[in-house]
Nanobody, 128 residues
């Protein structure tokens, strides 16, 4: 059974940091494109960070320099380190995996293609 489970969300003040984790089971992330997608209240989902099987990373402009996506293949886990958080970062954060969809295609926009696996999401709230 395939599963992605996010954790690490919470409520922080502007300027604070959070580290999100996404533990995968039932498949090996080393052969998958991986990404983080967020959805603010009343807004559509948007891709914020992507990582490829070779470790290459990319970010949407609004989070570049503040967020870092990484993975630990040995632990089969994806991470998102979020620093200098802003109120506009508030939303539900999802991790996702796909064999053929590179999540860098959807930075700043809603993924429109079918995605193989989604996590349940973890809430991030940033207060001013």
């Amino acid at each position: 059974q395939v599963q992605l489970v996010e954790s690490g969300g919470g409520s922080v003040q502007a300027g604070g940091s959070l580290r999100l984790s996404c533990a995968a089971s039932g498949f090996t992330i080393s052969n998958y494109y991986m990404g983080w997608i967020r959805q603010a209240p009343g807004q559509e989902r948007e891709g914020v960070a992507a990582i490829e099987s070779d470790g290459s990373t990319s970010y949407w402009n609004s989070v570049k320099g503040r967020f870092t996506i990484s993975k630990d293949n040995a632990k089969n886990t994806l991470y998102l380190q979020m620093n200098s958080l802003k109120p506009e970062d508030t939303g539900m954060y999802y991790c996702a995996a796909d064999r053929s969809v590179n999540f860098r295609w959807f930075l700043g926009i809603t993924p429109t293609q079918g995605i193989g696996y989604w996590g349940q999401g973890t809430q991030v709230t940033v207060s001013s």
